[in-house]
């Protein structure tokens, strides 16, 4: 079965630091095929925001101008793992978060990891 | 960057009503768009994508259409379990964007 398990739940406090991550399995994670793998912030009561998308076969990456210079996306092929991370928590991060993989559409999602910033 | 903007932003419909959403892009993204259904409390599903394909396992009551800048997605009879929000999203290029969503209810 094709799956991206999400890493758990976070509480963290305003200008800590943290790193999420997605795991994938069943499927060839850092194949040429052109599976992208995309980070998506939502929170309560809103929408999707599309944060940005990196093809591990490459780690070539694409930030949404909102969030460039916010985050970091990277990955680690050898362990088929994505990650997303932020050097300075803000209570504004607090939300969820989900990985999905795909190319013409997302089509497998993570569980989603919620991420609470509160002093 | 383009921005998408779906309507409306809710609807409610009784079971066995045909059900129309839009997504409008502001610039052409050929068929380069995905259709998700969220449920609350749930992790977002792919409905369609290439703006008309059936992602497997989707029942055939949902359809989609359109190309470069509009775009629809139709139930054909709806039913108690299609209660959710739904979002479009562009995958032409970064940033792959999506529609604010509609908030679809049952009456």
């Known amino acids: 079965e094709v799956q991206l398990v999400q890493s758990g739940a976070e509480v963290k406090e305003p200008g800590e630091s943290l790193k999420i991550s997605c795991k994938g399995s069943g499927y060839s994670f850092a194949n040429f095929g052109g599976q992208w793998i995309g980070w998506m912030r939502q929170t309560p009561g809103k929408g999707l925001e599309w944060m940005g998308i990196?093809?591990?076969?490459?780690?070539?990456?694409r930030y949404s101008p909102s969030f460039q210079g916010q985050v970091t996306i990277s990955v680690d092929n050898s362990i088929s793992t994505a990650f997303l991370q932020w050097s300075s928590l803000r209570a504004s991060d607090t939300a969820m978060y989900y990985c999905a993989k795909g190319y013409h559409g997302m089509d497998v999602w993570g569980q989603g990891t919620t991420v609470t910033v509160s002093s | 960057d383009i921005q998408m903007t779906q309507s409306p932003s809710s609807l409610s419909a009784s079971v066995g009503d045909r059900v129309t959403i839009t997504c409008r892009a502001s610039q052409g993204i050929s068929n380069l768009l995905a259709w998700y259904q969220q449920k609350p409390g749930k992790v977002p599903k792919l409905l369609i994508h290439t703006a008309s394909t059936l992602h497997s396992g989707v029942p055939s009551r949902f359809s989609g259409s359109g190309s470069g800048t509009d775009f629809t997605l139709t139930i054909s009879s709806l039913q108690p379990e299609d209660a959710a929000t739904y979002y479009c999203q562009k995958y032409d290029n970064a940033p792959c964007t999506f529609g604010q969503g509609t908030k679809l209810e049952i009456k």
């Open positions: 990196i093809y591990p076969a490459r780690s070539d990456i």
